[in-house]
């Protein structure tokens, strides 16, 4: 008896005749661009290195695109960029040793955000792994264990026939729900050496579906169907699911509030009548969650930004939907749903009734105003201004990138993003220089839409370097720097707390002519002409920076 799966298994004449008579001049490095070609990534990431130079060798006799930045950990960036807006696997490739080293930043910053990043590491030649000291440049006793602890999964190839095979896995661990990064290395000899094994061919490493426990959902169901104060917190794992519409289906149907994350920006319509938009550090708004009967979290670990610094205590039941099974009920007792956010929220759909609550749109209301009587009470239109500046210049498509400075704290809570999957920023690990490099990724990803890149002037002397990438390749990004002369968010904190602050003050250049230096276009500006400059940068075509001097302060916090 003949089966189906027989006959797709058996190879024909042709392919036969191929495997054993590959091309000659293929190596190890062949090896891994042929198993990524056969898993669909079209581009690749990286920084090469003594160790790697079989892999780029590789790369150069490939169909696949590579763009290379300056540093490890800018790469990183873009390459975590890329595969938010993609969501691809985003192959990074690097280099033993230090090179590795530099991209763990990024990757931390991959890991909280559930960026889908394939890290390709080259190793010290196979003889030296082990962790004994054999004295090879770049040699560690154990790299491995330097990303163990921040990517989703470690794998190694120590022969050529284990290559396709560990990026296949990798890959797969990468894209399952949740997104994350991940770590494969292979020794030097191991991709430099030729090899007799016949060409990659197509993958499969397709990973499996995270649905929820159909009794789990029952249950939640009925708790909303019945909650008289339903509330939803929509999170990034909205986003990353692509489920949006699927939320604003459902809060339509129990007429439940939705308030998004900071990571969630853009999960729910904005102006919606029942959108609290994303004031989460504000008392105002921690009130109203702690009021709800029945919380629907989706998406959210309910973390330290997300629970205004942990002083959110619901008295009602939680309902927390999470891929991610380590935030699941990590900071509040709930029905835990351990599941992909579209799925689960489809299920939903297929089973709650419609509640009808002519009166929450008015209790939102009611929040909203609380909030903007709160800010309105501070002295803070030049903040309002700049922001509203940003807003109104940015196309409502337009993918922006925020570093970790004071106008990024105002978007996390202020921003409209309109779209969803369009604002990012450093605010899962919290490191300095994400937001331009980052757009550089997203540029490559998808280069029909300008990006915005936004740093404070310390943030943007990360990445200074990646202007002349940011120029080699043509890419469309705009880099607003807002320039107050020193680490402006920790300036207020450390004076606030202390009474004055210490090693916030920083000596920077003129940022206008070293953008030009670089062949870029650059512009000084000023509040009034912000919208005017932004906009016109984004509308032209290439790189180009604009420098915003201004010395911008946060609302005051609610959480002390």
């Known amino acids: 008896m003949t089966h189906d799966h027989d006959l797709v298994l058996r190879p024909t004449a042709a392919q036969t005749d191929a495997a054993l008579h590959p091309p000659a001049g293929r190596t190890g490095g062949d090896l891994v661009v042929e198993t990524l070609a056969g898993l669909g990534a079209t581009t690749v990431f990286g920084l090469p290195g003594q160790h790697a130079l079989g892999m780029f060798d590789a790369v150069r006799r490939s169909g696949l695109r590579y763009v290379g930045l300056r540093a490890e950990n800018n790469a990183g960036f873009a390459a975590d960029a890329y595969g938010r807006l993609t969501g691809e696997a985003a192959p990074l490739l690097l280099s033993t040793g230090p090179g590795a080293l530099m991209s763990l930043a ?34 560690l006793r154990d790299q491995q264990a330097s990303f163990r602890d921040i990517v989703k999964s470690v794998h190694t190839a120590r022969t050529q026939s284990q290559i396709p095979s560990a990026i296949a896995a990798a890959w797969q661990s990468a894209l399952t729900a949740p997104h994350g990064p991940v770590w494969v290395e292979i020794p030097q000899d191991v991709l430099s050496a030729g090899t007799v094994l016949p060409v990659v061919t197509a993958m499969d490493a397709t990973p499996a579906d995270l649905a929820p426990r159909p009794e789990l959902t029952a249950v939640a169901a009925h708790l909303l169907a019945n909650a008289e104060r339903p509330v939803i917190v929509a999170g990034g794992g909205v986003v990353r699911a692509d489920a949006s519409g699927k939320l604003l289906a459902l809060a339509e149907r129990i007429s439940a509030p939705v308030v998004t994350t900071f990571g969630g920006k853009g999960a729910f319509p904005w102006e919606h009548p029942l959108s609290l938009q994303s004031w989460l550090e504000d008392r105002h708004t921690t009130d109203f969650l702690e009021d709800a009967d029945v919380l629907l979290v989706v998406g959210s670990g309910l973390g330290e930004l997300s629970s205004n610094y942990h002083t959110f205590a619901p008295r009602g039941r939680v309902i927390q939907i999470e891929a991610d099974p380590g935030k699941l009920e990590s900071n509040h007792p709930a029905i835990g749903i351990h599941a992909d956010a579209r799925l689960a929220l489809s299920a939903l759909l297929e089973t709650v009734p419609v509640r009808e609550d002519e009166h929450a749109a008015g209790r939102v209301r009611g929040v909203l105003e609380k909030v903007r009587d709160r800010i309105d009470g501070q002295d803070l239109a030049l903040e309002r201004q700049v922001l509203g500046a940003v807003r109104e210049a940015l196309p409502d498509d337009a993918p922006s990138f925020w570093d970790m400075t004071i106008l990024a704290y105002w978007a996390w809570s202020a921003f ?110 000023t509040p009034r002409d912000l919208r005017e400059d932004l906009a016109k940068s984004l509308a032209g075509p290439g790189p180009s920076v604009v420098v915003l001097p201004a010395l911008l302060r946060m609302f005051a916090p609610t959480h002390l």
Do not use: C, K
């Open 416 to 525: 409209d993003a309109r779209r969803p999957n369009t604002m990012h920023s450093a605010q899962g690990a919290g490191g300095l220089g994400y937001g331009f490099p980052a757009a550089l990724g997203a540029a490559v990803a998808d280069p029909t839409r300008p990006v915005l890149a936004v740093s404070g002037d310390g943030g943007a002397m990360y990445s200074i370097a990646e202007l002349a990438t940011a120029r080699q390749y043509g890419l469309d990004v705009t880099w607003l720097i807002v320039d107050d002369g020193g680490y402006g968010i920790l300036r207020e904190y450390m004076t606030d707390a202390f009474g004055e602050a210490t090693g916030t003050e920083l000596t920077r250049p003129d940022f206008v002519a070293l953008a030009e230096s670089f062949g870029v276009p650059a512009v000084r500006t």
């Open 106 to 139: 990024a990757l931390q910053e991959a890991a909280a955000g559930s960026a889908p990043v394939l890290a390709i590491g080259s190793q010290v030649p196979a003889a030296g792994l082990g962790g004994g000291r054999h004295g090879y440049l770049h040699e």
